[in-house]
């Protein structure tokens, strides 16, 4: 099992920058591969950033490139995500969520290879 929590959201201005981490319990998270996803309200939750369970290989969706830079420390079972040029359109609620696979070197990058989410931190940019 694993448990995931989230934190570091925030209220902030637009063209901030905000890092969000990802505390994990659990002795097979440095096994499983990570990946951010955000929901905002009224809309689907969509994929942000993933990580192999390695931090070697990283993938972010056509529509997040250039904003987003995700990483981890397995050492410290802890994965982030550095948002720069905060929009208005990013407010949303962010989840760090770990992958079922732990037999896998691949990026996870379909919400169902992800098995354990956390609670979520809210991230609020104003204008």
């Known amino acids: 099992q694993v448990q995931l929590v989230e934190s570091g959201g925030g209220l902030v201005q637009a063209g901030s920058s905000l890092r969000l981490s990802c505390a994990a319990s659990g002795r097979t998270f440095n096994m499983r591969g990570q990946g951010w996803f955000r929901q905002a309200p009224g809309q689907e939750r969509e994929l942000v950033a993933a990580i192999s ?75």
């Open 53 to 127: 369970r390695s931090g070697q290989s990283t993938y972010y969706p056509d529509s997040q490139q250039g904003r987003f830079t995700i990483s981890r420390d397995n050492a410290k079972n802890a994965a982030y995500l550095q948002i720069d040029s905060l929009k208005p359109e990013d407010t949303a609620v962010y989840y760090c969520a770990a992958s079922r696979s732990i037999d896998s070197y691949r990026v996870p990058v379909d919400s169902v290879e992800f098995a354990y989410w956390g609670q979520g931190t809210q991230v609020t940019v104003s204008s």
